[in-house]
Each structure stands twice: as C-alpha cells, then as structure tokens.
C-alpha cells in the first residue's frame, strides 16, 4: 500500500521568504504526484500535479515541486510568499492504473507573517 | 462553469442520530467521490463512484455509512447512527474519468455531540 508523508505539521515564515514544504511517499508501484491547497472553509484546489516529463513540475501561484524518485520526495516550493498563501497543504499520490484513487498525507500548515 | 456543490456546509447532530449530505457534482463529471477530513489529517477517500456504479469502498465503514448515486448525477452520503468520531469534514470531488483532475466541493462540516 502506497503512503504519505509530509514531515512538518506546521511552517510559519516572514513575508517576501522562500519555503519548501516537504512530502516523501512509498509505493511498490508506479504514482503521480500532486500538491493540493486548502484554504480556510473551502475545498482543496490543485496547486501542480506529476504525471511524467520534467521532474521540475511549475504551478499556479508561482509554486514548483521537484520529484526525486531515487529519495522518493516531491517537495514543494516557492521563492517568495505573500500572506495569502498562508493555508494548509496537502501532498498527494495516486497509483498508476486502478481505481486511480488519491492518498493523501496529513498536512502543512503554512503561516505567513508580516 | 459552476462547481461541485455541497449541502448542507454545517451540520450538528447528537450521537445515535442520523444525517445525510448532499453533493452535486459538475456537469458531465463521470467520476464521484465522498472523502472524510478528519482535524489535523489530510482527507481520506471513503467511497467512488463511476457514473452510479461504485468503483472503490474500500474504506467506507459500511455499518453506520452509506452512499448512493443514482442516475449517475447527484449522490447523497448517510450516518446511521452516527458515533463521536464521525466528527469531520465531508468532501465530494468529481473528475471526468478516474484519470483526470478532480474538482472538491466546499465540504460539510460534521459535529457530532
């Protein structure tokens, strides 16, 4: 069985400072990668996704991840946040073929700090 | 395009009652999918549905929960009866097919007490 994990429950960081959010996951088998974000009260939104290609995988809000498969990592960063990206986030990996269902881990919350 | 909609988004029951969520998912979305959000965890997948027949169950406690998505449209989650630790926020998603994104609703926040 595949998991997830994502190695600090909390990051806070001063405006105008970069982050990286870190995900490790295992699996026996093939999986894509996916970054989710969630804001308070609302649904999660899909930040980037891995599906194969470039490793160096761009998202929206000026996020990037970086899959590692000899490390198993897919950690997410950004050069310089804003107080609004202030929210949870959520790695997830999903199992090639299947019921190609979404495992997630249990979270970052990321604070930003004026 | 509107998006994945969700009732009731607050619910608070007492244990041993039951309740029912609501999800209509967008347009034309084949797959379905109800997850559980449990404080400080990530969501977990409780049941998928492909049009109305269920693809993955695996981890839907099918003693007290149960799902239905007839005529592969709108699907309605039920807890009967319901315990404490059913507690959690209650997630649809909808993609077009297993393989594509899927889109989450804003989700119904369960108190039970």
């Known amino acids: ?114 | 395009e509107a998006g994945v909609a969700q009732s009731p988004r607050y619910k608070i029951i007492e244990k041993r009652q039951s309740v029912a969520f609501w999800c209509n998912p967008i347009s034309g979305h084949a797959t379905l999918y109800w997850y559980q959000q449990i404080l400080g965890q990530g969501p977990k997948l409780l049941i998928q549905f492909q049009n109305n027949g269920v693809v993955d169950d695996s981890q839907l406690p099918k003693d007290r929960f149960s799902a239905e998505r007839l005529k592969g449209v709108d699907s309605t989650l039920k807890i009967q009866p319901a315990k404490l630790e059913d507690s959690a926020v209650y997630l649809c998603a909808s993609s077009y097919g297993r393989q594509y994104e899927q889109y989450f609703g804003p989700g119904t926040r369960l108190t039970v007490t």
């Open chain 1, 1 to 114: 069985a595949q998991s997830v994990t994502q190695l600090d429950s909390q990051v806070p960081v001063f405006e105008e400072a970069p982050v990286e959010l870190r995900c490790n996951y295992s699996s026996s088998v093939s999986v894509y990668l996916f970054w989710y974000v969630q804001y308070p009260n609302q649904g999660l939104q899909l930040l980037l996704k891995y599906l194969s290609g470039s490793t160096l995988v761009k998202g929206i809000n000026g996020f990037e991840a970086e899959f590692n498969k000899s490390q198993t990592s897919f950690h997410l960063r950004k050069p310089s946040v804003h107080i609004s990206d202030t929210a949870e986030y959520f790695c997830a990996v999903r199992l090639q073929g299947g019921s190609e269902k979404l495992v997630f881990g249990k979270g970052t919350k990321l604070t930003v700090n004026p």
